[in-house]
């Protein structure tokens, strides 16, 4: 339940211009200059910071030979620091697709083919956050698929300004059906977006398993139970591998008190607990 204030949290920290979703205006102070972690589309009415992903697709559109060195310092920087923490606790549509998941319906259990599918997200990261906006100048990610982009912008926007909604066509009626479509699966499939698709999970889950804060296993006391994994809704296969969105879960799970999260202060308190 902790988890769940820190994500409710952020969320409104990266969205605390609250009279934008009164007016339709996109804040466009000093702030929106900085990229906040998680997924969070800079032209929500509510943003006050920029979406590292948008960031980056937006200075590969502009020049093929440079990219701004800023913003991947930041995902770099972000990255090493949290890795995929960022998706468990600092993500709004994370916690979205999770506040989905608690409608009581059947779900669709991990399983080799959830985690085959995992890999999708690599070549959505591959193919429209990079190879399309590089050769054809067009921020793709954002432009045809992103969910997130739709929910927070695009429908504030258009349901506050009455010449937007007169302007709506084929493009806004597409990303619609695609943030349906990931509504209704979030509902029987635990974070969807987050484990098939969100390119910027899969950047963080390249620095996942070095990223200074995280979960992290004594060796020592794990018996191989494999308790962490079972209780697990991610494709993971090992604590803190890419799949591991840092949750917590498996430290509840682990009856040998084996996990903990990779900080002096939780050492200590694990230490003296167990």
Known sequence: MKRKYIQLISAVLYNCHITGFVTGKIYKG???????????????????????????????TVSAYRVCLYILGTLLLFGILFGRLICGFLCPFGLI???????PLPKIQKS?????????????????????PLVRFIPAFCKYICPAGTLEAGLPLVI???????????????KVF????????SMICFRAFCRFICPLGALYSLLNPVSFFGITVDRERCTGCNACIDVCKMDTCAVGDRECI????????CPECAIRYKTTRGKDKWEKEN
């Open 246 to 253: 840092q949750c917590g879960e498996c430290i509840h799970a």
């Open 97 to 103: 697709q999770e506040l989905l998941y608690l409608i």
């Open 160 to 174: 506050a300004d009455e010449v937007l909604r007169s302007r709506i066509g084929w493009l806004f009626s597409w």
């Open 178 to 185: 695609v943030l349906v479509v990931f509504v209704l699966i």
């Open 30 to 60: 000093r702030t929106k200059g900085i990229c906040v972690p998680g997924l969070n589309c800079y032209s929500c009415p509510g943003a006050v910071g920029a979406c590292p992903l948008g960031s980056l697709q937006n200075a590969l």
């Open 112 to 132: 080799k083919v959830t985690a085959a599918l995992s890999c999708l997200k690599y070549a959505v990261l591959l193919f429209t956050v990079i190879a399309i």
